[in-house]
């Protein structure tokens, strides 16, 4: 019978997101991030790095969150660099983890520029192997195996590398357009083969140093389907991640949905509820302190303005003669409230009575005093590590997840045990 492959998408702003020069994210925002993530159905999230001692406390409390069911059905995929020691230093520190994504680099550009003359071909084949048998020995439930530069990698090579990766037991193959170099008709091309001749389901990753980034991942995941596998693209919230950044998810969700007749053949493997699109953009802007740009699909703020009369006209009569798709759809349109006299704020030097106050305004009161104060000690460690007021939906989560909190928020230094 044959295989109706289909798009799932894996998002990675915990990983290359926060590996943006000059930004970063709180271990409570990157949870904060998955919780959004697995609200709108997103497959997988790349949630960190397990062999950062000072995410250990982090990705295990998410993963505790994934137990209790919180944080279902999505995935929690941690990276690592395909070493036998990292694998090992994996399941040291993070026991409990399942998925995992192996990455080493793969063109001879990175074999030689980086290894400088050390390796070859054959020693990355080698060393990659070695770490999939170990992850797999450890016990990991669905591995990845990235190409780092792939595609300024050799095709006849990368097919090598996968076929050896597939018998060694990884489950899909992480295709990087590291420097944005490649093209909608080139990594469709590449893409396609892979999977023809290899069998195995294909992940692309794309960066956006010519732009082409969202263009580039659907028509990478054509490829893939067309090439009868399942295609996986990696996103990350804003487009934001290294230098010129990455697939941004929303801008690829609607590219996937309304791009012309894409849809009807190329489908996701889950439902994505863009309905969570708005607050999921709105909270990685905040977090990150990058604004969104007034042009950004979707939730811009003037992709649903109009100025010019014919415009204007013509989407009074009917929207749809000038909007591809309803601000409704994306969550925007409910008012927002703008405190315009008295604000009581809850920071790292709040008391208990301000505190109680914003509490009650959320809707979130406390039995007794203590347990009012027990809250407001690791609301006031949550602003002196994120140096920002804390959401809403922060505050809701600290109050009712208060030991998974307490756990983010414990650093550790490194004259001490880590576990």
Not at 9 to 22: E, H, S
Not at 377 to 383: D, I, K, P, S
Not at 388 to 398: G, M, N, S
């Amino acid at each position: 019978m044959l295989k109706m492959s289909k798009i799932y998408l894996i998002d990675v702003t915990n990983r290359d997101g926060v590996q943006t020069a000059r930004l970063g994210l709180s271990k409570l925002a990157k949870t904060m991030i998955n919780l959004y993530l697995n609200k709108m159905g997103v497959y997988q999230s790349e949630f960190g790095f397990p062999t950062t001692r000072h995410e250990s406390r982090y990705l295990r409390g998410n993963l505790k969150l994934q137990e209790m069911g919180v944080l279902q059905p999505i995935r929690l995929g941690g990276w690592i660099r395909a070493t036998v020691e990292d694998v090992e230093n994996t399941f040291e520190l993070v026991p409990a983890i399942k998925d995992l994504n192996l990455s080493i680099s793969t063109s001879r550009q990175m074999i030689n520029g980086k290894f400088r003359g050390t390796k070859t071909e054959e020693h990355i084949l080698a060393m990659a192997m070695e770490a999939l048998d170990a992850a797999r020995a450890r016990g990991a439930q669905s591995v990845g195996i990235n190409a780092e530069d792939a595609s300024r990698t050799g095709t006849d090579f990368l097919i090598r590398f996968a076929t050896a990766a597939k018998e060694h037991g990884a489950d899909r193959l992480r295709y990087c357009d590291t420097l944005g170099c490649d093209n909608p008709l080139t990594i469709y091309d590449t893409c396609k083969r892979l999977a023809q001749e290899t069998g195995l389901d294909i992940e692309i990753h794309c960066h956006g140093d010519l732009g082409m980034a969202v263009a580039n991942s659907v028509a990478g995941a054509m490829g893939v389907i067309d090439g009868g596998q399942d295609a996986y693209i990696n996103t990350t919230i804003n487009g934001i991640g290294e230098r010129a950044g990455n697939a941004d998810l929303v801008t690829t969700v609607l590219a996937l949905k309304y791009s012309k007749g894409l849809a009807k053949k190329y489908r996701l493997g889950q439902p994505i509820h863009l309905s969570g699109a708005w607050k999921i953009c709105k909270y990685a802007s905040y977090a990150f302190g990058v604004p969104i740009s007034i042009n950004q699909p979707g939730v811009g703020s003037n992709i649903f303005a109009h100025a010019s009369g014919i415009h204007a006209d013509g989407v009074l009569k009917d929207p749809q003669n000038y909007e591809l798709f309803s601000f409704r759809e994306l969550g925007r349109g409910d008012p927002e409230v703008v405190e315009t006299g008295r604000e009581i704020a809850s920071g790292q030097y709040s008391g208990i009575s301000g505190f109680r106050h914003v509490m009650g305004k959320i809707e979130l009161d406390f039995e007794t005093r203590e347990d009012a104060e027990e809250i407001l000690e690791l609301v006031r460690y949550a602003n002196v590590l994120a140096q920002k007021p804390l959401v809403t939906d922060e505050l809701r989560f600290i109050a009712r997840y208060s030991e998974i909190a307490r756990e983010l928020m414990t650093m550790i230094p490194l004259n001490e045990p880590h576990l």
